[in-house]
């Protein structure tokens, strides 16, 4: 099972564009992408997931380079309710996934 | 509405005490899985079903027994509590195994042990 690295935190503002980088340096052939959300106290939701190239939903964008030993995780315009851990995961499946630190997402007024 | 419901919210109980943690889905989903979480060490899987009667260990299954004898249920049972075992544990379902979609989470059950 592939592992992660990733920010343990960032600062940003209400407004601006957040990228948050996750390198996977040995990522499998058969093995997505995932990010989640977690809130202190709450359970992580799902944000996005992805195998190559770009996806984009109704709130991020992940773009994966054509190696696939990153990804850039994209929220555009973040508000305050943004600040969050976001987590980065790797797997060919969604119960074969190891689940770091995340990254402490802070957003500024 | 389409959810993952835990129960209870919170627990405080005694070492020893055998107790049964609560999970079921509304979204006829085919993968649900167990977690807890502690300060410091990130989400670990328990355990997780692929369907009915289809359970497989996770990270850290010891301590721990799990039952799936309908789609919608994954009850998380502590034969035996000890003070190690006191953690905020979620339970998580997918639809698809992977393809885009990822776990709905439930909202946490917080277990004490004294």
């Known amino acids: 099972l592939a592992k992660t690295t990733q920010p343990i935190s960032m600062d940003s503002y209400e407004g601006q564009e957040v990228n948050i980088t996750c390198s996977h340096n040995n990522i499998a052939t058969n093995d997505y992408i995932t990010w989640y959300q977690q809130f202190p106290s709450q359970g992580p939701r799902f944000i996005i997931q992805?195998?190559?190239?770009?996806v984009t939903n109704e709130v991020a964008s992940l773009f994966i380079p054509a190696d696939r030993k990153s990804s850039t995780l994209s929220l555009p315009r973040v508000s305050l309710s943004d600040t969050a851990v976001y987590y980065c995961l790797v797997g060919e499946s969604n119960y074969q996934l190891i689940w770091g630190a995340g990254t402490k997402l802070i957003i500024k007024p | 509405e389409a959810q993952v419901t835990q129960n209870p919210r919170y627990l405080i109980t005694v070492t020893g005490k055998k107790l049964t943690v609560t999970c079921s889905q509304n979204?006829?989903?085919?993968?649900m899985s167990w977690y807890r979480q502690d300060p410091g060490l990130g989400l670990r899987q328990i355990y997780y079903?692929?369907?009915?009667?289809?359970?497989d260990k996770g990270d850290v299954p010891e301590g721990y027994k799990v039952s799936r004898k309908e789609k919608r249920n994954f009850p998380l049972i502590l034969e035996s509590p000890s003070p190690n075992q006191t953690s905020l544990y979620f339970c998580?379902?997918?639809?698809?195994?992977?393809?885009?979609?990822?776990?709905?989470f439930g909202s946490g059950t917080r277990l004490t042990v004294v």
């Open positions: 998580a379902s997918s639809l698809y195994r992977t393809g885009g979609y990822g776990y709905t």
């Open positions: 079903s692929m369907n009915v009667e289809v359970t």
């Open positions: 992805g195998y190559k190239t770009k």
């Open positions: 979204m006829n989903h085919e993968y």
